[in-house]
Structures are given as C-alpha cells and as structure tokens.
C-alpha cells in the first residue's frame, strides 16, 4: 500500500529540487497552514500565529505562499477585500466553491458532471486539463431570507 507523503517531505523535496533550504521558520508556517481547515489570507494567517506566539515574520509568510502554490500544496481561490485567499489542496478532493457576496459564507461542493464538462471541453479545444477552479458567486439562503 502506498503512504501518502506529508506536506513536509512534500515540500522538502519540492526545496531541493530548486536548490533552496528547508528552514525552521518555514516549517512552522506550513504546520499552521495545514492546522487550518477553512480559507485563509496572509494577514488571517499571521494573527493567528501571534496569537499562539509563534514568532514568523509577515513577509516570510508572503514569501512562501508562491512556493507552496507553485508545490501544488496550495492555491488562491478567491480575492475578496484587497486580499487574495487560499486553501490547502494536497491530499483533498478537488472541489468548487459557492461565495455568498453579502456575509462572504463558502459553500464548498464537488458534482462529477464537473469531470464530464471538463472532458467535452478537452476534446472541442484539444486541451490536456491540468485543473479547473469553479467559483459561484450569489446570496446564501440566510441572507436572501433576510432581503426579503
């Protein structure tokens, strides 16, 4: 059976590979990116470690977030506010994302009719389809209740 590797070893070789280091302060970022379950931005990020008094400067957080996209251990899946979110994608399901635009609740949701669009539109443009990113916007029930 096969072991999935941890994000860690993950991205230690993804490090090597381009000649950099793997450092103290970098692995504790990643830890605290990959203890958080829900969508995050580097100010959120940031606070949060403080708050735990982690110690990481703001702009080493700046600085690996493009490492961890280009890893593929991360994307951006939203800019909302000025600030650009992400979320960790290694070893979760590919998924798409409903955003309400007046509370800004995300619905996350995968429908396999997804892989059958993607694939129609392989062949018509003759595309290999590396990933897709669906993002919904509208109102939530909530606040469509509260509208009327």
Do not use: W
Not at 62 to 86: C, D, H, K, S, T
Not at 115 to 143: M, N, W
Request: hydrophobic share 35%; aromatic share 10%.
């Amino acid at each position: 059976m096969n072991e999935m590797k941890s994000e860690l070893e993950i991205f230690r070789e993804f490090l090597k590979n381009k000649g950099m280091r793997y450092t103290p302060e970098r692995e504790t970022i990643i830890k605290e990116i990959f203890d958080t379950h829900d969508h995050f931005d580097v100010d959120s990020l940031y606070i949060s470690m403080r708050q735990k008094d982690i110690r990481v400067s703001k702009a080493s957080i700046y600085r690996l977030i493009p490492l961890l996209i280009e890893a593929n251990l991360i994307e951006a899946v939203f800019f909302e506010g000025g600030q650009m979110y992400y979320e960790h994608i290694y070893g979760h399901e590919h998924h798409c994302h409903l955003r309400c635009i007046n509370c800004g609740r995300i619905q996350e949701f995968a429908d396999p009719r997804l892989r059958d669009i993607e694939q129609e539109l392989a062949d018509r443009f003759s595309y290999q389809i590396i990933r897709h990113k669906l993002e919904v916007t509208g109102l939530c029930p909530e606040c469509r209740n509260r509208q009327d």
